[in-house]
Protein backbone atom coordinates (compact mmCIF):
# COMPACT_ATOMS: atom_id res chain seq x y z
CA UNK A 1 0.00 0.00 0.00
CA UNK A 2 1.53 3.68 -0.94
CA UNK A 3 0.41 7.08 0.61
CA UNK A 4 -1.05 5.30 3.47
CA UNK A 5 -2.27 7.59 6.63
CA UNK A 6 0.48 9.44 9.32
CA UNK A 7 0.98 7.76 12.31
CA UNK A 8 3.27 8.36 15.57
CA UNK A 9 6.02 5.44 16.01
CA UNK A 10 8.75 4.75 17.52
CA UNK A 11 12.11 4.33 15.26
CA UNK A 12 15.58 3.09 15.83
CA UNK A 13 18.21 3.68 13.40
CA UNK A 14 21.22 1.82 13.69
CA UNK A 15 24.54 1.59 11.95
CA UNK A 16 27.60 -0.96 12.02
CA UNK A 17 30.62 0.48 13.00
CA UNK A 18 34.01 0.49 10.95
CA UNK A 19 32.07 -1.72 8.21
CA UNK A 20 33.73 -0.33 5.09
CA UNK A 21 37.19 -1.04 6.43
CA UNK A 22 35.58 -4.58 7.03
CA UNK A 23 34.41 -5.16 3.86
CA UNK A 24 37.26 -3.93 2.08
CA UNK A 25 39.17 -6.70 4.12
CA UNK A 26 37.00 -9.58 3.37
CA UNK A 27 33.34 -8.49 1.69
CA UNK A 28 32.14 -12.02 1.91
CA UNK A 29 32.67 -12.87 5.65
CA UNK A 30 31.73 -9.18 6.51
CA UNK A 31 28.61 -9.84 4.48
CA UNK A 32 27.60 -12.62 6.62
CA UNK A 33 28.84 -11.18 10.14
CA UNK A 34 26.16 -8.61 9.11
CA UNK A 35 23.52 -10.86 8.44
CA UNK A 36 24.14 -12.97 11.38
CA UNK A 37 24.09 -9.93 13.36
CA UNK A 38 20.75 -9.22 11.83
CA UNK A 39 19.31 -12.65 12.21
CA UNK A 40 20.61 -13.96 15.67
CA UNK A 41 20.16 -10.51 17.46
CA UNK A 42 18.56 -7.60 15.66
CA UNK A 43 15.26 -9.71 14.89
CA UNK A 44 14.54 -11.47 17.64
CA UNK A 45 15.29 -8.61 19.64
CA UNK A 46 12.68 -6.85 18.25
CA UNK A 47 10.38 -9.51 18.45
CA UNK A 48 10.36 -9.44 21.95
CA UNK A 49 9.31 -5.76 22.40
CA UNK A 50 6.72 -5.99 19.28
CA UNK A 51 8.93 -3.90 16.48
CA UNK A 52 9.23 -4.75 13.03
CA UNK A 53 12.27 -4.10 10.84
CA UNK A 54 11.00 -2.18 7.84
CA UNK A 55 14.86 -1.35 5.96
CA UNK A 56 18.16 -2.49 5.77
CA UNK A 57 20.77 -1.13 3.98
CA UNK A 58 23.78 -2.91 3.96
CA UNK A 59 25.67 -1.91 7.26
CA UNK A 60 22.33 -0.04 8.62
CA UNK A 61 19.01 -1.08 9.75
CA UNK A 62 15.78 0.66 10.40
CA UNK A 63 12.81 -0.74 13.00
CA UNK A 64 9.55 0.24 13.77
CA UNK A 65 7.64 0.12 17.15
CA UNK A 66 4.47 1.60 18.24
CA UNK A 67 6.28 3.19 21.09
CA UNK A 68 9.37 5.09 21.91
CA UNK A 69 9.95 3.11 25.19
CA UNK A 70 9.52 -0.06 23.22
CA UNK A 71 12.30 0.74 20.62
CA UNK A 72 14.72 2.07 23.39
CA UNK A 73 14.39 -1.36 25.36
CA UNK A 74 15.26 -2.96 21.94
CA UNK A 75 18.40 -0.54 21.40
CA UNK A 76 19.45 -1.48 25.20
CA UNK A 77 18.89 -5.20 24.81
CA UNK A 78 20.78 -5.03 21.59
CA UNK A 79 24.09 -3.31 22.93
CA UNK A 80 23.85 -5.42 25.87
CA UNK A 81 24.49 -8.20 24.04
CA UNK A 82 26.77 -6.94 21.39
CA UNK A 83 28.87 -5.47 23.87
CA UNK A 84 29.33 -8.54 25.98
CA UNK A 85 30.96 -10.01 22.88
CA UNK A 86 34.59 -9.51 23.55
CA UNK A 87 35.15 -9.46 19.59
CA UNK A 88 31.79 -8.93 17.92
CA UNK A 89 30.51 -6.33 15.69
CA UNK A 90 29.20 -2.54 17.44
CA UNK A 91 26.36 -0.46 16.24
CA UNK A 92 26.02 3.07 16.90
CA UNK A 93 22.00 3.50 17.40
CA UNK A 94 19.61 6.43 17.38
CA UNK A 95 15.92 6.16 18.66
CA UNK A 96 13.15 8.96 17.83
CA UNK A 97 9.41 9.24 18.42
CA UNK A 98 7.55 11.12 15.45
CA UNK A 99 5.88 10.93 12.70
CA UNK A 100 5.99 8.33 9.80
CA UNK A 101 4.14 7.77 6.55
CA UNK A 102 3.79 4.10 5.38
CA UNK A 103 5.28 3.69 1.35
CA UNK A 104 4.45 -0.37 0.80
CA UNK A 105 6.78 -1.92 3.56
CA UNK A 106 9.13 1.02 3.87
CA UNK A 107 8.61 4.32 5.88
CA UNK A 108 9.09 7.96 5.83
CA UNK A 109 9.05 11.09 7.41
CA UNK A 110 10.84 13.40 9.93
CA UNK A 111 10.21 10.39 12.36
CA UNK A 112 12.45 8.01 10.36
CA UNK A 113 14.94 11.13 9.24
CA UNK A 114 15.52 12.02 12.68
CA UNK A 115 16.21 8.51 14.15
CA UNK A 116 19.15 8.50 11.34
CA UNK A 117 20.77 11.62 12.36
CA UNK A 118 21.05 11.14 15.42
CA UNK A 119 22.78 7.85 15.06
CA UNK A 120 26.12 9.43 13.94
CA UNK A 121 26.52 11.08 17.20
CA UNK A 122 26.34 8.11 19.41
CA UNK A 123 29.47 6.46 20.48
CA UNK A 124 30.39 2.68 19.83
CA UNK A 125 28.34 0.67 21.07
CA UNK A 126 26.44 3.74 21.96
CA UNK A 127 22.46 4.72 22.35
CA UNK A 128 21.37 8.23 21.48
CA UNK A 129 17.45 9.38 21.90
CA UNK A 130 15.67 12.83 21.11
CA UNK A 131 14.40 14.68 23.86
CA UNK A 132 11.02 13.01 23.47
CA UNK A 133 12.05 9.34 23.99
CA UNK A 134 13.47 10.35 27.25
CA UNK A 135 10.60 12.29 28.39
CA UNK A 136 8.44 9.01 27.49
CA UNK A 137 10.48 6.72 28.86
CA UNK A 138 10.82 8.93 32.22
CA UNK A 139 9.09 6.74 35.34
CA UNK A 140 9.46 3.39 33.14
CA UNK A 141 12.68 2.96 32.61
CA UNK A 142 15.83 3.83 34.38
CA UNK A 143 18.08 5.74 32.37
CA UNK A 144 21.16 7.57 32.83
CA UNK A 145 21.94 10.30 29.98
CA UNK A 146 24.31 12.76 28.96
CA UNK A 147 22.59 15.96 27.64
CA UNK A 148 24.45 17.00 24.28
CA UNK A 149 22.23 19.90 23.98
CA UNK A 150 21.08 20.85 20.21
CA UNK A 151 23.34 19.93 17.98
CA UNK A 152 23.17 20.31 14.06
CA UNK A 153 21.13 17.61 12.16
CA UNK A 154 21.96 17.23 8.55
CA UNK A 155 18.63 18.50 6.41
CA UNK A 156 16.58 19.02 10.04
CA UNK A 157 15.61 22.59 10.24
CA UNK A 158 14.29 21.96 13.40
CA UNK A 159 16.34 21.62 16.72
CA UNK A 160 16.33 18.64 18.50
CA UNK A 161 17.83 17.89 22.04
CA UNK A 162 19.83 14.99 22.49
CA UNK A 163 20.92 12.85 25.12
CA UNK A 164 23.04 9.61 24.97
CA UNK A 165 22.44 6.81 27.23
CA UNK A 166 24.69 5.34 29.84
CA UNK A 167 24.47 1.52 29.38
CA UNK A 168 27.01 1.34 32.12
CA UNK A 169 24.79 3.38 34.57
CA UNK A 170 21.73 0.69 34.11
CA UNK A 171 19.56 1.49 31.27
CA UNK A 172 17.06 -0.96 32.08
CA UNK A 173 13.67 -1.34 33.26
CA UNK A 174 13.38 -0.55 36.51
CA UNK A 175 14.33 -3.84 38.74
CA UNK A 176 11.35 -6.33 38.94
CA UNK A 177 10.52 -7.25 42.67
CA UNK A 178 12.76 -10.26 43.97
CA UNK A 179 10.80 -13.44 44.16
CA UNK A 180 11.39 -15.94 47.37
CA UNK A 181 12.67 -19.25 46.23
CA UNK A 182 9.90 -21.92 46.53
CA UNK A 183 10.84 -24.75 49.45
CA UNK A 184 12.00 -27.32 46.35
CA UNK A 185 14.49 -26.66 43.51
CA UNK A 186 13.67 -23.94 41.06
CA UNK A 187 14.29 -23.57 37.60
CA UNK A 188 13.64 -21.52 34.48
CA UNK A 189 13.95 -22.31 31.17
CA UNK A 190 15.27 -19.47 28.74
CA UNK A 191 13.96 -19.59 24.89
CA UNK A 192 17.17 -21.38 23.12
CA UNK A 193 18.68 -19.01 21.45
CA UNK A 194 18.57 -19.63 17.35
CA UNK A 195 21.69 -19.84 15.70
CA UNK A 196 21.56 -20.71 12.39
CA UNK A 197 21.24 -17.54 10.16
CA UNK A 198 17.51 -18.93 9.17
CA UNK A 199 14.98 -16.86 10.94
CA UNK A 200 12.53 -20.29 9.93
CA UNK A 201 14.30 -22.22 12.15
CA UNK A 202 12.60 -20.00 14.82
CA UNK A 203 10.37 -22.61 15.70
CA UNK A 204 12.54 -25.22 16.07
CA UNK A 205 14.34 -23.88 18.90
CA UNK A 206 11.77 -22.25 20.73
CA UNK A 207 10.41 -26.11 20.64
CA UNK A 208 13.07 -27.28 22.14
CA UNK A 209 13.02 -25.16 24.96
CA UNK A 210 8.82 -25.43 25.18
CA UNK A 211 9.39 -29.51 25.20
CA UNK A 212 11.74 -29.40 27.92
CA UNK A 213 9.55 -27.19 29.96
CA UNK A 214 7.01 -29.60 29.41
CA UNK A 215 9.21 -32.74 30.40
CA UNK A 216 11.12 -31.05 33.47
CA UNK A 217 7.21 -29.85 34.69
CA UNK A 218 6.47 -33.33 35.24
CA UNK A 219 8.95 -34.16 37.92
CA UNK A 220 7.07 -33.03 41.34
CA UNK A 221 10.19 -32.68 42.91
CA UNK A 222 11.24 -29.57 40.41
CA UNK A 223 9.38 -26.06 40.01
CA UNK A 224 9.35 -24.89 36.59
CA UNK A 225 8.78 -21.59 35.59
CA UNK A 226 6.10 -20.87 32.66
CA UNK A 227 6.79 -20.91 29.49
CA UNK A 228 5.29 -17.11 29.60
CA UNK A 229 7.69 -16.25 31.74
CA UNK A 230 10.83 -17.22 30.87
CA UNK A 231 10.35 -16.51 27.24
CA UNK A 232 10.19 -12.75 28.31
CA UNK A 233 13.98 -13.02 28.14
CA UNK A 234 14.03 -13.99 24.57
CA UNK A 235 16.59 -11.78 22.74
CA UNK A 236 17.74 -10.02 25.28
CA UNK A 237 21.11 -9.66 26.91
CA UNK A 238 20.45 -11.14 30.34
CA UNK A 239 22.41 -11.71 33.96
CA UNK A 240 21.50 -15.10 35.26
CA UNK A 241 21.68 -13.67 38.67
CA UNK A 242 19.10 -10.86 38.09
CA UNK A 243 16.96 -13.47 36.22
CA UNK A 244 17.06 -15.93 39.60
CA UNK A 245 16.06 -13.19 41.70
CA UNK A 246 13.10 -11.96 38.95
CA UNK A 247 11.54 -15.29 38.39
CA UNK A 248 12.27 -16.54 42.25
CA UNK A 249 14.36 -19.64 40.52
CA UNK A 250 18.00 -21.01 41.71
CA UNK A 251 18.64 -22.53 38.87
CA UNK A 252 18.32 -20.94 35.02
CA UNK A 253 18.78 -23.30 31.20
CA UNK A 254 20.21 -21.58 28.87
CA UNK A 255 20.62 -23.24 25.17
CA UNK A 256 20.93 -22.40 21.56
CA UNK A 257 20.46 -24.02 18.57
CA UNK A 258 22.64 -24.53 15.13
CA UNK A 259 21.62 -26.12 12.26
CA UNK A 260 23.89 -26.57 9.14
CA UNK A 261 22.61 -28.27 5.95
CA UNK A 262 21.75 -31.71 7.55
CA UNK A 263 23.44 -31.83 11.16
CA UNK A 264 22.48 -29.87 14.04
CA UNK A 265 23.69 -29.18 17.17
CA UNK A 266 22.54 -28.27 20.21
CA UNK A 267 24.20 -26.86 23.38
CA UNK A 268 22.86 -26.48 26.74
CA UNK A 269 24.19 -25.45 30.16
CA UNK A 270 22.61 -25.40 33.76
CA UNK A 271 23.72 -22.40 35.56
CA UNK A 272 23.15 -21.64 39.40
CA UNK A 273 21.55 -18.63 39.36
CA UNK A 274 22.69 -17.34 43.03
CA UNK A 275 26.32 -17.53 42.08
CA UNK A 276 26.63 -17.89 38.34
CA UNK A 277 28.60 -21.03 38.50
CA UNK A 278 27.80 -23.83 35.71
CA UNK A 279 26.58 -26.73 37.16
CA UNK A 280 26.09 -28.78 34.32
CA UNK A 281 26.72 -28.68 30.31
CA UNK A 282 26.37 -30.65 27.43
CA UNK A 283 26.45 -30.45 23.46
CA UNK A 284 24.10 -32.89 21.41
CA UNK A 285 24.68 -33.52 17.76
CA UNK A 286 22.56 -35.04 15.40
CA UNK A 287 21.65 -35.88 11.56
CA UNK A 288 18.53 -34.14 10.73
CA UNK A 289 16.37 -36.50 9.53
CA UNK A 290 13.08 -36.56 11.22
CA UNK A 291 13.12 -32.84 13.14
CA UNK A 292 10.20 -33.78 15.61
CA UNK A 293 12.04 -36.94 16.46
CA UNK A 294 15.08 -35.11 16.81
CA UNK A 295 13.99 -32.49 18.73
CA UNK A 296 11.53 -34.98 21.14
CA UNK A 297 14.79 -36.90 21.67
CA UNK A 298 16.85 -33.63 22.57
CA UNK A 299 14.25 -32.76 25.03
CA UNK A 300 14.41 -35.64 26.76
CA UNK A 301 17.96 -36.14 27.11
CA UNK A 302 18.39 -32.58 28.25
CA UNK A 303 15.33 -33.05 30.38
CA UNK A 304 16.95 -36.22 31.80
CA UNK A 305 20.17 -35.02 32.60
CA UNK A 306 18.63 -31.85 34.13
CA UNK A 307 16.75 -33.70 36.85
CA UNK A 308 20.13 -35.33 37.71
CA UNK A 309 22.35 -32.61 37.25
CA UNK A 310 20.08 -30.24 40.12
CA UNK A 311 19.61 -33.54 42.19
CA UNK A 312 23.20 -33.69 42.62
CA UNK A 313 23.69 -29.59 43.06
CA UNK A 314 20.79 -30.22 45.65
CA UNK A 315 21.85 -33.11 47.42
CA UNK A 316 25.86 -31.16 47.96
CA UNK A 317 23.98 -28.07 49.05
CA UNK A 318 22.56 -30.20 51.90
CA UNK A 319 25.64 -32.06 52.64
CA UNK A 320 27.11 -28.47 53.24
CA UNK A 321 24.68 -26.82 55.52
CA UNK A 322 24.99 -27.38 59.36
CA UNK A 323 22.68 -29.87 61.59
CA UNK A 324 21.47 -26.88 63.58
CA UNK A 325 20.00 -25.29 60.55
CA UNK A 326 18.52 -28.13 58.39
CA UNK A 327 14.97 -28.04 57.59
CA UNK A 328 13.11 -30.91 55.92
CA UNK A 329 14.16 -30.40 52.17
CA UNK A 330 17.82 -30.39 53.42
CA UNK A 331 16.77 -33.51 56.20
CA UNK A 332 15.51 -35.38 52.93
CA UNK A 333 18.54 -34.36 50.85
CA UNK A 334 20.65 -35.60 53.52
CA UNK A 335 18.74 -38.97 53.30
CA UNK A 336 18.60 -39.43 49.80
CA UNK A 337 22.83 -39.24 49.97
CA UNK A 338 22.79 -41.61 52.63
CA UNK A 339 20.63 -44.05 50.88
CA UNK A 340 23.15 -44.09 47.55
CA UNK A 341 25.85 -45.08 50.10
CA UNK A 342 24.12 -48.78 50.00
CA UNK A 343 24.87 -50.51 52.77
CA UNK A 344 22.98 -51.51 56.16
CA UNK A 345 24.48 -48.65 58.21
CA UNK A 346 23.45 -45.75 55.35
CA UNK A 347 19.66 -47.17 55.16
CA UNK A 348 19.22 -47.04 58.95
CA UNK A 349 20.76 -43.63 58.68
CA UNK A 350 18.46 -42.51 55.91
CA UNK A 351 15.54 -44.33 58.23
CA UNK A 352 15.93 -41.72 60.80
CA UNK A 353 16.79 -38.47 58.78
CA UNK A 354 13.45 -39.49 56.15
CA UNK A 355 11.53 -39.75 59.67
CA UNK A 356 12.92 -36.06 60.87
CA UNK A 357 11.81 -34.52 57.74
CA UNK A 358 8.12 -36.19 57.94
CA UNK A 359 8.43 -35.00 62.00
CA UNK A 360 9.09 -31.21 60.87
CA UNK A 361 6.65 -31.51 57.59
CA UNK A 362 3.79 -34.18 57.92
CA UNK A 363 2.89 -33.37 53.99
CA UNK A 364 6.02 -33.83 53.02
CA UNK A 365 4.98 -36.58 50.20
CA UNK A 366 8.54 -37.28 49.12
CA UNK A 367 10.05 -38.18 52.38
CA UNK A 368 7.01 -40.87 52.40
CA UNK A 369 7.69 -42.39 49.35
CA UNK A 370 11.68 -42.47 50.36
CA UNK A 371 11.04 -43.56 53.95
CA UNK A 372 8.52 -46.45 52.60
CA UNK A 373 11.12 -47.54 50.27
CA UNK A 374 13.98 -47.86 53.30
CA UNK A 375 12.14 -49.92 55.25
CA UNK A 376 11.52 -52.20 52.35
CA UNK A 377 14.84 -52.47 52.09
CA UNK A 378 15.79 -52.81 55.90
CA UNK A 379 13.55 -55.90 55.85
CA UNK A 380 14.50 -57.40 52.20
CA UNK A 381 18.30 -56.43 51.55
CA UNK A 382 19.71 -55.87 54.92
CA UNK A 383 17.22 -58.23 57.05
CA UNK A 384 17.74 -55.39 60.34
CA UNK A 385 14.17 -55.75 61.12
CA UNK A 386 11.04 -57.81 61.52
CA UNK A 387 9.19 -58.33 58.46
CA UNK A 388 5.82 -57.56 59.74
CA UNK A 389 7.18 -54.74 61.20
CA UNK A 390 9.05 -53.39 58.60
CA UNK A 391 6.41 -54.52 55.45
CA UNK A 392 3.89 -53.05 57.70
CA UNK A 393 5.04 -49.49 57.87
CA UNK A 394 6.47 -49.76 54.11
CA UNK A 395 3.19 -50.02 52.83
CA UNK A 396 1.50 -47.51 55.48
CA UNK A 397 4.33 -44.69 54.02
CA UNK A 398 4.09 -45.68 50.33
CA UNK A 399 -0.02 -44.83 50.59
CA UNK A 400 0.44 -41.75 52.49
CA UNK A 401 2.60 -40.74 49.80
CA UNK A 402 0.61 -41.06 47.14
CA UNK A 403 -2.79 -39.68 49.07
CA UNK A 404 -0.21 -36.40 49.83
CA UNK A 405 0.25 -36.16 45.62
CA UNK A 406 -1.34 -38.27 43.71
CA UNK A 407 0.02 -36.21 40.56
CA UNK A 408 3.57 -37.36 41.97
CA UNK A 409 4.98 -40.51 39.87
CA UNK A 410 7.67 -41.66 41.82
CA UNK A 411 5.34 -41.94 44.77
CA UNK A 412 3.23 -44.14 42.99
CA UNK A 413 7.02 -45.99 41.63
CA UNK A 414 7.48 -46.42 45.13
CA UNK A 415 3.88 -47.65 45.93
CA UNK A 416 4.30 -50.27 42.87
CA UNK A 417 7.35 -51.85 44.97
CA UNK A 418 5.62 -52.24 47.81
CA UNK A 419 3.10 -54.04 47.10
CA UNK A 420 5.12 -56.47 44.97
CA UNK A 421 6.94 -56.92 48.33
CA UNK A 422 3.14 -57.93 49.94
CA UNK A 423 2.97 -60.05 46.92
CA UNK A 424 0.14 -58.12 45.12
CA UNK A 425 1.46 -58.26 41.71
CA UNK A 426 -1.52 -56.86 40.09
CA UNK A 427 -1.84 -53.74 41.61
CA UNK A 428 2.27 -53.40 41.83
CA UNK A 429 1.99 -53.30 38.03
CA UNK A 430 -0.91 -51.23 37.42
CA UNK A 431 1.01 -48.50 40.28
CA UNK A 432 4.11 -48.87 37.99
CA UNK A 433 2.16 -48.12 35.09
CA UNK A 434 0.16 -45.18 36.79
CA UNK A 435 3.55 -43.63 37.66
CA UNK A 436 4.80 -43.93 33.99
CA UNK A 437 1.37 -42.41 32.58
CA UNK A 438 2.25 -39.20 34.92
CA UNK A 439 5.87 -39.25 33.68
CA UNK A 440 6.88 -41.54 31.01
CA UNK A 441 10.35 -39.69 31.57
CA UNK A 442 10.17 -41.54 35.69
CA UNK A 443 13.22 -43.62 36.40
CA UNK A 444 11.67 -44.73 39.65
CA UNK A 445 8.93 -46.02 37.41
CA UNK A 446 10.36 -47.85 34.99
CA UNK A 447 12.59 -49.44 37.63
CA UNK A 448 9.45 -50.98 39.74
CA UNK A 449 7.68 -51.71 36.48
CA UNK A 450 10.99 -53.96 35.13
CA UNK A 451 10.98 -55.32 38.81
CA UNK A 452 7.21 -56.48 38.88
CA UNK A 453 7.51 -57.89 35.16
CA UNK A 454 10.54 -59.65 36.40
CA UNK A 455 8.67 -61.40 39.25
CA UNK A 456 5.98 -62.12 37.20
CA UNK A 457 7.92 -64.74 34.82
CA UNK A 458 8.06 -61.82 31.98
CA UNK A 459 12.13 -61.47 32.07
CA UNK A 460 13.27 -59.91 28.99
CA UNK A 461 10.51 -57.12 29.35
CA UNK A 462 11.64 -56.43 32.83
CA UNK A 463 15.66 -56.12 31.79
CA UNK A 464 14.09 -54.14 29.12
CA UNK A 465 11.95 -51.73 31.41
CA UNK A 466 15.37 -51.67 34.32
CA UNK A 467 17.98 -50.64 31.18
CA UNK A 468 15.61 -47.69 30.51
CA UNK A 469 15.30 -46.79 34.13
CA UNK A 470 19.31 -46.55 33.86
CA UNK A 471 19.47 -44.89 31.28
CA UNK A 472 17.24 -42.32 32.44
CA UNK A 473 19.24 -42.37 36.02
CA UNK A 474 22.66 -43.36 35.28
CA UNK A 475 23.70 -42.22 38.92
CA UNK A 476 21.02 -43.60 40.92
CA UNK A 477 21.41 -45.28 44.07
CA UNK A 478 18.64 -48.11 43.28
CA UNK A 479 20.58 -49.36 40.22
CA UNK A 480 22.36 -51.20 43.12
CA UNK A 481 18.65 -52.92 43.53
CA UNK A 482 17.87 -52.94 40.23
CA UNK A 483 21.21 -54.82 39.39
CA UNK A 484 20.46 -57.41 41.95
CA UNK A 485 16.81 -58.01 39.82
CA UNK A 486 18.52 -58.43 36.30
CA UNK A 487 21.38 -61.34 38.36
CA UNK A 488 17.90 -63.02 38.93
CA UNK A 489 15.86 -62.46 36.08
CA UNK A 490 19.08 -64.41 34.51
CA UNK A 491 19.29 -66.91 36.98
CA UNK A 492 15.15 -67.01 36.45
CA UNK A 493 15.89 -67.46 32.29
CA UNK A 494 18.71 -70.37 33.95
CA UNK A 495 20.99 -68.57 31.84
CA UNK A 496 23.30 -69.37 35.19
CA UNK A 497 27.01 -67.67 33.69
CA UNK A 498 25.03 -64.14 32.77
CA UNK A 499 24.09 -63.84 36.22
CA UNK A 500 27.41 -64.66 37.71
CA UNK A 501 28.67 -62.11 35.08
CA UNK A 502 26.48 -59.19 36.74
CA UNK A 503 27.40 -60.68 40.23
CA UNK A 504 30.66 -59.70 38.96
CA UNK A 505 30.03 -56.59 38.16
CA UNK A 506 27.60 -55.35 40.91
CA UNK A 507 30.57 -56.52 43.38
CA UNK A 508 32.43 -53.95 41.46
CA UNK A 509 30.23 -50.88 41.57
CA UNK A 510 28.31 -51.59 45.25
CA UNK A 511 31.20 -53.76 47.01
CA UNK A 512 29.07 -53.67 50.77
CA UNK A 513 25.65 -55.00 49.01
CA UNK A 514 24.98 -57.85 50.97
CA UNK A 515 22.39 -60.02 48.39
CA UNK A 516 25.28 -60.20 45.83
CA UNK A 517 27.23 -62.62 47.50
CA UNK A 518 24.02 -64.96 47.86
CA UNK A 519 23.20 -64.40 44.19
CA UNK A 520 26.35 -65.61 43.53
CA UNK A 521 26.28 -68.74 45.44
CA UNK A 522 23.29 -70.04 43.96
CA UNK A 523 24.44 -68.84 40.46
CA UNK A 524 27.88 -70.96 41.30
CA UNK A 525 25.65 -74.04 42.50
CA UNK A 526 23.80 -74.71 39.21
CA UNK A 527 27.61 -74.37 37.68
CA UNK A 528 28.75 -77.02 39.31
CA UNK A 529 31.52 -74.56 40.97
CA UNK A 530 31.30 -75.85 44.14
CA UNK A 531 34.14 -74.43 45.97
CA UNK A 532 33.42 -71.27 44.34
CA UNK A 533 30.16 -71.69 45.50
CA UNK A 534 30.79 -72.89 49.29
CA UNK A 535 32.75 -69.69 49.30
CA UNK A 536 30.21 -67.19 48.20
CA UNK A 537 27.79 -68.15 50.49
CA UNK A 538 30.29 -67.95 53.88
CA UNK A 539 30.38 -64.51 52.88
CA UNK A 540 26.84 -63.79 52.40
CA UNK A 541 26.36 -65.69 56.08
CA UNK A 542 29.15 -63.07 57.24
CA UNK A 543 26.98 -59.69 56.45
CA UNK A 544 24.05 -61.91 57.98
CA UNK A 545 25.44 -63.90 60.75
CA UNK A 546 24.00 -66.82 62.26
CA UNK A 547 20.61 -66.29 61.35
CA UNK A 548 20.85 -65.96 57.70
CA UNK A 549 17.80 -67.70 55.84
CA UNK A 550 18.09 -67.95 52.08
CA UNK A 551 14.77 -69.56 52.00
CA UNK A 552 13.72 -66.49 53.43
CA UNK A 553 9.92 -66.53 52.07
CA UNK A 554 9.99 -64.07 49.35
CA UNK A 555 5.99 -63.62 48.69
CA UNK A 556 6.69 -61.35 45.07
CA UNK A 557 8.37 -64.46 43.86
CA UNK A 558 6.63 -67.34 42.00
CA UNK A 559 6.41 -70.47 43.78
CA UNK A 560 8.26 -72.37 41.23
CA UNK A 561 11.25 -69.53 41.01
CA UNK A 562 11.20 -69.71 44.43
CA UNK A 563 11.53 -73.59 44.84
CA UNK A 564 14.54 -73.07 41.48
CA UNK A 565 16.04 -70.65 44.09
CA UNK A 566 16.53 -72.82 46.45
CA UNK A 567 18.21 -75.50 44.78
CA UNK A 568 20.84 -73.31 43.84
CA UNK A 569 21.58 -72.25 47.62
CA UNK A 570 21.46 -76.01 48.38
CA UNK A 571 24.28 -76.78 45.47
CA UNK A 572 26.29 -73.80 47.55
CA UNK A 573 26.11 -76.05 50.48
CA UNK A 574 22.78 -74.30 52.39
CA UNK A 575 21.25 -77.22 54.51
CA UNK A 576 17.89 -75.88 54.91
Not at 14 to 39: F, I, K
Request: with cysteine; proline share 4%; hydrophobic share 45%.
Amino acid sequence: MSGGKRRLAGILAADVVGYSAMVAADEPASLARVRALRTEIVEPAAAVHDGRLFKTMGDGFLLEFASAVQALQCAIAIQTALNAQADGLRLRIGVHQGEVVPEGDDLLGDGVIIAARLEPLAEHGGIVISSRVKEDASGKLALETEDLGEPELKNIAARIRAFRVRLDGGATAPARPTLALPGKPSIAILAFANMSGDAEQEYFSDGISEDIITQLSRNSGLFVTARGSSFTYKGRATDVKQIGRELGVRYILEGSVRRGGDRLRISAQLVEAESGNQTWAERFDRTVEDLFAVQDEISEAVAVAIGVAVADAEMQRAMRRPPRSLGAWELYQQGLWHSGRVNMAANDEARLLFEQAIAMDPMFAEAHGRLSVAYGYAVIHYKNLPKYEGLRLNIVHARRAVELDPGDAEGHAHLAIALVWHGDMENGLLSARRALSISPSCAQGHMRLGMALVFTGKTAGGRAALAEAERLSPRDPSIADMNIVVIQSHYFDRDYEQSLAVCRHQLVAFPNYPLTHGHMAKALGQLGRIEEARAALAIAKTWWGPNYDPGFLMPWIRPEDHEHVLEGYRKAGWEG
